[in-house]
């Protein structure tokens, strides 16, 4: 039920967006040099935190972009909002 | 009946409006302004329910939302009955018709009664452990349960009313109309800005606009008359917008609230017509002002759920608010001051106070002063240890109290009554605060949760933030809203009111009896007892939610909102913790029960959901076309003709298809346009095999998997141009693909010079296939070369139909010679009807989605989401050559080398041949390779796709099975409930293994 501030749109409602998992999991570029352990690790290891937790949020029903979020997954509270290939703030 | 309880003067109501009404059967009346509870007391009616689990007779208890007794159904015929409504609330008009519940025959020959005595026998958690075992008889078991739990009947016919929803900003929103809420719209409204002011109940003021007009006054006004100068002056300001009959449902994060408007409940049938019955609204506000106020607690003593036993603050306003009394021989118990307010009301109004019963030792305040001068007998430090009286009241057993409260002591006094109020102080309705997410805390002196902080943009004001009396409530919501809005706009108001005095509370008061022989009830709707509390502690719950869930207190339609703090008190004071860490229950959403109606909306039948249809649709439609939901698309199934089954319909498309000509409408795959000067180099990366060689007018079947490796969709890829393809996926899957393809190039691959564009909807597409497919193509496409030399299979050419550029593919899902024309949309219904004039020499017939599966089945083509289901990888599926060896990556290439997707045993699809050739296998079917008596027997898979053939003329399947390259040949069993089928493992390819037809 939040208002997110889409990083190219401004705020919207929560409804226009979809959310994409924990941000900042880098697709390996040599998949085939890794263990299954290692690419296990990639496809299937989240963090699934309890406060302030970087996630991935595309909004879906506007401009359709990627962009990156970090939230405190206890109280909704959303701390910053910031492109793709960007650092969040500290 | 007359209305005998009625006083011949006085309340809101409009006495010269008379309304008849019908409950339970018999025709009553009451007045414009009655709410059915108050309409029913005038006439002396008080038993109104049976108890949830004990069948005990019950009566009205409250006045508000809050009531837990007074449950009814509303009688409107078979579509517009109406369960679980609350008699305190409804509002009455010419006409209305109700029900008690939970009772049989009649609410005062009740047959489930027979519970009441069974009582000691079926306390908390009964249920659980008795219909544990044995196991199998639980099926006759649960036919009586089942038919003795729920409340109330719902209706049988689609509900005829209008439903609306509504969205709403606003600057300010105050839930609640009360002295607290009027005094911060007075506030709010000069801030120049977009105030909401609502109320749940039909009149503004809230519990001032039953004060006893004697005791209070503001402003030298009578309450009532300050509400309405108060109420009218906010009416004026156009910054306001103020909705009565609105409860607040939910409060979510970043001030998100959702609110149910009755607009026309409480009007006639014929003021009704046409109008919208609720609206729901859903609104963010960037302040929100909680001003919800309180709600009387009851005493909890044996016997306390008679009907003719009230909240005091109820039976003041029935008195003061509707003139009627409840009763004529009145006794009052309390803790508290504000009781003797009811007895200064009920007195001035000629009726006769027995006794007041106060647990406390004396009182300080001027009320009881009051009472005392009026000659109002009153026994301090008693308490009352039992009610007597079936269906009514007509005795209190009254004893001393102890010095430490702990015990009684004396002897017992009798007193005669027909009404007695209870009085147990004020829970602030703190429901709204705590949904919202705002934490409370515990004030040991005063016994209650009051809010202590919240995150949002949000305040509470008035009794919801535990003040109660009239003046600091005023002021201190003028100082918060000013300072919550940074105002500055004070009104100095001059009140009138009675000095209060201290409140004393025991939660569950003491008894001569053991407590083994009491009923002393927490929870009436769920008859949920102080002795079950008892028993869930003993047995070792020791979480209030776990107390909760075992007891259902606090579970019922009314969600605890006046047993629950007793609830709370009594685990506290037996586990001996402070309440402050006992912490209440979670508060849901809703405050107030919704009406499906209002949640639902306008958005029923062909609202519910977007339904997507073809150009070619309405063709469909005139041509008797059966229709299959894929996804939101309607895809024309099969067309039957005259008296023909759907079977008989598939086999005769299935035969012509292969026999003349087929027409199939594709429109409804998805369709994605590629283009960028990395577009070869992206359909390597996402498809597993290798795109780059695709020349330039050639079309390949591509597969897609998930980074896990298994199969995600698949489609025909077409090269269009140097740096453009046209890709397809299946119709369900168009839109995750599309999503999927566009969240890899935005963060994994950003590097790449693609972009993609769904066209999906751009584009009909007509399918013509069988072996004068190519005669009918060339009558209806122009500037196209068909012969093989030129347009050989997987190729495509642009043409004419008419003056239309067209892009004609030369691909096939069926195996036969195909052509898929893709045109303009609009263009869609015209160039099918050329098809069907040029093929008609050709018999060439239409074929829906079913005579496709079929066709495909029999070439052995899969349906990603019918032969895959998430756990299938491509070599799962015998698919070996469409994984590209020698690129370097491809979304789930890494997958495919993993321990378990190497495994020998995985499920593997094959095909199943039936023994007998005219048995067809059930889809889903399990298939095994012995067979036992009963299950469970090991499974080895399932089928996938069955069908007759029409063309091979026996029955077909595929089917996953566990190590199923390894067993062709062998002989398997699907077992069924009457009997075992048997199969023989095959090939998945039933007809033309060599590709022979495609060029035909």
């Given at each position: 039920?939040?208002?997110?501030?889409?990083?190219?749109?401004?705020?919207?409602?929560?409804?226009?967006?979809?959310?994409?998992g924990?941000?900042h999991?880098?697709?390996?570029?040599?998949?085939t040099?890794?263990?299954?352990d290692?690419?296990?690790?990639?496809?299937?290891m989240?963090k699934?935190?309890?406060?302030l937790?970087?996630?991935?949020?595309?909004h879906?029903?506007?401009?359709?972009?990627?962009?990156?979020?970090?939230?405190?997954?206890?109280?909704?509270?959303?701390?910053?909002?910031?492109?793709?290939?960007?650092?969040p703030?500290? | 009946?007359?209305?005998?309880?009625?006083?011949?003067?006085g309340?809101?109501?409009?006495?010269?409006?008379?309304?008849?009404?019908?409950?339970?059967?018999?025709?009553?009346?009451?007045?414009?302004?009655?709410?059915?509870?108050?309409?029913?007391?005038?006439n002396?009616?008080?038993?109104?329910?049976?108890?949830?689990?004990?069948?005990?007779?019950?009566?009205?208890?409250s006045?508000?939302?809050?009531e837990t007794?007074?449950?009814?159904?509303?009688?409107n015929?078979?579509?517009?009955?109406?369960?679980?409504?609350?008699?305190?609330?409804?509002?009455?008009?010419?006409?209305f018709?109700?029900?008690?519940?939970?009772?049989?025959?009649?609410?005062?020959?009740?047959?489930?009664?027979?519970?009441?005595?069974?009582?000691?026998?079926?306390?908390?958690?009964?249920?659980?452990k008795?219909?544990?075992?044995?196991?199998?008889?639980?099926?006759?078991y649960?036919?009586?349960?089942?038919?003795?739990?729920?409340?109330?009947?719902?209706?049988?016919?689609?509900?005829?009313?209008?439903?609306?929803?509504?969205?709403?900003?606003?600057?300010?929103?105050?839930?609640?109309?009360?002295?607290?809420g009027?005094?911060?719209?007075?506030?709010a409204?000069?801030?120049?800005?977009?105030?909401?002011?609502?109320?749940?109940?039909?009149h503004?003021?809230?519990?001032?606009?039953f004060?006893?007009?004697?005791?209070t006054?503001?402003n030298?006004l009578k309450?009532?008359?300050?509400?309405?100068?108060?109420?009218?002056?906010?009416?004026?300001?156009?910054?306001?917008m103020i909705?009565?009959?609105t409860?607040?449902?939910a409060?979510h994060?970043?001030?998100?609230?959702?609110?149910?408007?009755?607009?026309?409940?409480?009007?006639?049938?014929?003021?009704?017509?046409?109008?919208?019955?609720?609206?729901?609204?859903?609104?963010?506000?960037?302040?929100?002002i909680?001003?919800?106020?309180?709600i009387?607690?009851?005493?909890?003593?044996?016997c306390?759920?008679?009907?003719?036993?009230?909240?005091?603050?109820?039976?003041?306003?029935?008195?003061?608010?509707?003139?009627?009394?409840?009763?004529?021989?009145v006794?009052?118990?309390?803790?508290?001051?504000?009781?003797?307010?009811t007895a200064?009301?009920?007195?001035?109004?000629?009726?006769?106070?027995?006794?007041?019963?106060?647990?406390?030792e004396?009182s300080?305040?001027?009320?009881?002063?009051?009472?005392?001068?009026?000659?109002?007998?009153?026994l301090?430090?008693?308490?009352i240890v039992?009610?007597?009286?079936?269906?009514k009241?007509?005795?209190?057993?009254?004893m001393?109290?102890?010095?430490?409260?702990?015990?009684i002591i004396?002897?017992?006094?009798?007193?005669?009554?027909?009404?007695?109020?209870?009085?147990?102080?004020?829970?602030?309705?703190?429901?709204?605060f705590?949904?919202?997410?705002?934490?409370?805390i515990?004030?040991?002196?005063k016994?209650?949760?009051?809010?202590?902080?919240?995150?949002?943009?949000?305040?509470?004001?008035?009794?919801?933030?535990?003040?109660?009396?009239?003046?600091?409530?005023?002021?201190e919501t003028?100082?918060k809203?000013?300072?919550?809005?940074?105002?500055?706009?004070?009104?100095?108001?001059?009140?009138?009111?009675?000095?209060s005095?201290?409140?004393?509370?025991?939660?569950?008061?003491?008894?001569?009896?053991?407590?083994?022989?009491?009923?002393?009830f927490?929870?009436?709707?769920?008859?949920?007892?102080?002795?079950?509390?008892?028993?869930?502690?003993?047995?070792?719950?020791?979480?209030?939610?776990?107390?909760?869930?075992?007891t259902?207190?606090?579970?019922?339609?009314?969600?605890?909102k006046?047993?629950?703090?007793?609830?709370?008190?009594?685990v506290?004071?037996?586990?001996?913790?402070?309440?402050?860490?006992l912490?209440t229950?979670?508060?849901?959403?809703?405050?107030?029960?919704?009406?499906?109606?209002?949640?639902?909306?306008?958005?029923?039948?062909?609202?519910?959901?977007i339904v997507?249809k073809?150009?070619?649709?309405?063709?469909h439609?005139?041509?008797?076309?059966?229709?299959?939901d894929?996804?939101?698309?309607?895809?024309?199934?099969?067309?039957?003709?005259?008296?023909?089954?759907?079977?008989?319909?598939?086999?005769?498309?299935?035969?012509?298809?292969r026999?003349?000509?087929g027409?199939?409408d594709?429109?409804?795959?998805?369709?994605?346009?590629?283009?960028?000067?990395?577009?070869?180099?992206?359909?390597?990366r996402?498809?597993?095999?290798?795109?780059s060689?695709?020349a330039?007018?050639?079309?390949?079947y591509?597969?897609?998997l998930?980074?896990?490796?298994?199969?995600?969709?698949?489609?025909?890829?077409?090269?269009?141009?140097?740096?453009?393809?046209?890709?397809?996926?299946?119709?369900?899957?168009?839109?995750?693909?599309?999503?999927?393809?566009?969240d890899?190039?935005q963060?994994?691959?950003?590097?790449?010079?693609?972009?993609?564009?769904?066209?999906?909807?751009?584009?009909?597409?007509?399918?013509?296939?069988?072996?004068h497919?190519?005669?009918?193509?060339?009558?209806?496409?122009?500037?196209?070369?068909?012969?093989?030399?030129?347009?050989?299979?997987?190729?495509?050419?642009?043409?004419?139909?008419?003056?239309?550029?067209?892009?004609?593919?030369?691909?096939?899902?069926?195996?036969?010679?195909?052509?898929?024309i893709?045109?303009?949309?609009?263009?869609g219904?015209?160039?099918?009807?050329?098809?069907?004039?040029?093929g008609?020499?050709?018999?060439?017939?239409?074929?829906?989605?079913?005579a496709?599966?079929l066709?495909r089945?029999?070439?052995?083509?899969?349906?990603?989401?019918?032969?895959?289901?998430?756990?299938?990888?491509?070599?799962?599926?015998?698919?070996?050559?469409?994984?590209?060896?020698?690129k370097?990556?491809?979304?789930?290439k890494?997958?495919?080398?993993r321990s378990?997707?190497m495994?020998?045993?995985?499920?593997?699809?094959v095909?199943?041949?039936?023994?007998?050739?005219?048995?067809i296998?059930?889809?889903?079917a399990?298939?095994?390779?012995e067979?036992k008596?009963?299950p469970?027997?090991d499974?080895?898979?399932?089928?996938?796709?069955?069908?007759?053939?029409?063309?091979?003329?026996?029955?077909?399947?595929?089917?996953?099975?566990?190590?199923?390259?390894?067993?062709?040949g062998?002989?398997?069993?699907?077992?069924?409930?009457?009997k075992?089928?048997?199969?023989?493992?095959?090939d998945?390819?039933?007809?033309?293994?060599?590709?022979?037809?495609?060029?035909a």
């Open positions: 039920m939040f208002i997110i501030k889409c990083p190219y749109c401004g705020d919207r409602d929560h409804s226009e967006f979809s959310y994409g924990e941000a999991i880098v697709r390996p570029k040599q998949p040099e890794l263990s299954d290692q690419w296990a690790e990639y496809l299937f989240r699934n935190i309890k406060g937790q970087y996630e991935r949020w595309n879906a029903h506007g401009c359709r972009r990627w962009f990156n979020m970090g939230r405190d997954t206890s109280n909704d509270k959303i701390h910053s909002v910031y492109k793709m290939g960007e650092k703030e500290k | 009946m007359s209305n005998k309880f009625r006083l011949s003067t309340g809101q109501i409009n006495r010269t409006e008379r309304i008849s009404f019908k409950f339970n059967g018999k025709i009553f009346f009451g007045f414009k302004g009655d709410t059915l509870a108050s309409a029913l007391l005038a002396g009616v008080h038993l109104v329910g049976r108890s949830f689990k004990y069948h005990r007779p019950r009566g009205i208890f006045s508000g939302a809050e007794n007074a449950l009814v159904q509303i009688i015929g078979k579509n517009k009955n109406d369960p679980n409504l609350r008699a305190t609330q409804i509002e009455i008009f010419e006409g018709n109700a029900e008690s519940q939970n009772c049989w025959p009649t609410v005062n020959f009740d047959l489930g009664a027979i519970n009441n005595l069974f009582s000691p026998i079926i306390p908390a958690g009964f249920y659980y008795t219909f544990m075992w044995p196991a199998n008889l639980w099926g006759k649960e036919h009586f349960i089942r038919r003795a739990a729920g409340l109330g009947k719902s209706p049988t016919e689609n509900d005829p009313d209008i439903y609306d929803h509504k969205y709403y900003h606003c600057d300010v929103l105050i839930v609640g109309a009360g002295p607290a009027l005094s911060a719209a007075n506030v409204i000069k801030a120049g800005k977009k105030v909401l002011l609502v109320d749940e109940r039909h503004f003021g809230g519990d001032l606009s004060a006893e007009e004697e005791i006054k503001i030298d309450p009532l008359d300050w509400i309405k100068k108060t109420y009218s002056e906010l009416q004026n300001n156009k910054n306001i909705l009565n009959r409860s607040v449902a409060y994060n970043y001030n998100y609230l959702i609110m149910m408007q009755n607009l026309s409940d409480h009007l006639s049938e014929k003021e009704k017509k046409g109008k919208i019955r609720q609206r729901l609204w859903k609104v963010r506000a960037k302040k929100v909680l001003a919800t106020g309180s009387e607690r009851p005493m909890v003593f044996d306390n759920d008679r009907p003719g036993i009230m909240l005091s603050s109820a039976v003041r306003k029935y008195i003061n608010y509707y003139g009627v009394k409840c009763g004529n021989n006794v009052i118990f309390t803790n508290n001051d504000d009781a003797y307010e200064i009301s009920l007195h001035n109004r000629g009726v006769k106070i027995q006794a007041i019963v106060d647990i406390r004396q300080n305040g001027t009320l009881p002063k009051k009472c005392n001068e009026l000659g109002i007998k009153i301090w430090k008693n308490t039992y009610t007597e009286g079936y269906k009241i007509n005795k209190v057993h009254v001393r109290l102890s010095n430490d409260n702990s015990s004396g002897n017992k006094l009798k007193i005669k009554c027909d009404l007695l109020c209870v009085s147990g102080g004020y829970t602030p309705a703190v429901h709204l705590t949904q919202s997410g705002g934490k409370l515990y004030n040991e002196e016994y209650y949760f009051h809010p202590k902080s919240t995150s949002l943009n949000q305040i509470s004001v008035g009794s919801c933030n535990g003040i109660f009396n009239l003046k600091k409530i005023i002021e003028q100082t809203t000013n300072e919550f809005l940074n105002l500055n706009h004070n009104e100095q108001l001059n009140i009138t009111e009675s000095k005095g201290d409140f004393e509370n025991i939660w569950l008061l003491p008894s001569d009896k053991v407590s083994g022989k009491t009923k002393p927490v929870d009436y709707q769920n008859d949920t007892t102080a002795n079950d509390i008892k028993l869930a502690l003993r047995e070792g719950y020791k979480s209030i939610e776990h107390v909760k869930r075992y259902t207190t606090g579970m019922a339609t009314d969600q605890g006046i047993g629950n703090m007793h609830a709370l008190g009594i506290s004071k037996i586990t001996n913790t402070k309440m402050g860490e912490g229950t979670t508060f849901r959403p809703p405050y107030s029960p919704l009406t499906f109606g209002a949640i639902v909306g306008r958005n029923v039948k062909q609202f519910f959901d997507r073809t150009p070619i649709h309405t063709w439609e005139k041509h008797g076309a059966k229709f299959e894929v996804g939101q698309w309607k895809r024309a199934w099969y067309y039957p003709n005259k008296n023909e089954s759907m079977y008989e319909a598939v086999q005769r498309e299935s035969k012509a298809a026999n003349d000509s027409i199939l594709a429109s409804t795959l998805g369709k994605i346009d590629i283009q960028g000067t990395d577009a070869s180099e992206f359909l390597n996402v498809y597993t095999n290798a795109w060689k695709l330039i007018g050639k079309c390949r591509g597969l897609m998930n980074d896990d490796g298994m199969v995600y969709d698949d489609g025909v890829t077409t090269r269009l141009g140097e740096n453009h393809y046209i890709m397809t996926t299946t119709t369900g899957g168009a839109a995750s693909v599309m999503n999927k393809l566009e890899f190039l963060t994994e691959w950003p590097e790449l010079k693609v972009y993609l564009t769904s066209v999906t909807d751009h584009f009909a597409t007509v399918s013509v296939c069988g072996p497919s190519k005669k009918i193509l060339e009558k209806v496409v122009k500037n196209v070369d068909f012969s093989d030399q030129n347009f050989p299979h997987m190729s495509f050419k642009e043409g004419l139909v008419d003056n239309i550029k067209c892009r004609v593919m030369r691909i096939s899902f069926t195996g036969e010679l195909s052509y898929e893709n045109i303009q949309s609009n263009y219904q015209a160039t099918w009807k050329k098809c069907m004039d040029a008609k020499e050709f018999k060439i017939t239409p074929y829906g989605t079913e496709m599966h066709l089945a029999e070439k052995g083509f899969i349906i990603a989401g019918q032969e895959t289901d998430g756990t299938i990888t491509p070599i799962d599926l015998q698919m070996d050559w469409i994984i590209s060896k020698k370097y990556d491809f979304i789930g890494r997958s495919l080398y378990d997707t495994r020998e045993n995985r499920k593997h699809l095909g199943l041949l039936t023994d007998d050739p005219k048995e296998l059930e889809e889903g399990q298939i095994v390779e067979v008596n009963k469970p027997m499974m080895l898979g399932h089928v996938t796709s069955s069908y007759y053939s029409p063309n091979l003329n026996k029955s077909i399947a595929l089917a996953v099975i566990k190590n199923g390259k390894k067993l062709k062998k002989k398997l069993f699907v077992p069924m409930p009457d075992t089928i048997e199969v023989t493992v095959s998945s390819v039933f007809l033309d293994k060599e590709g022979n037809r495609l060029n």
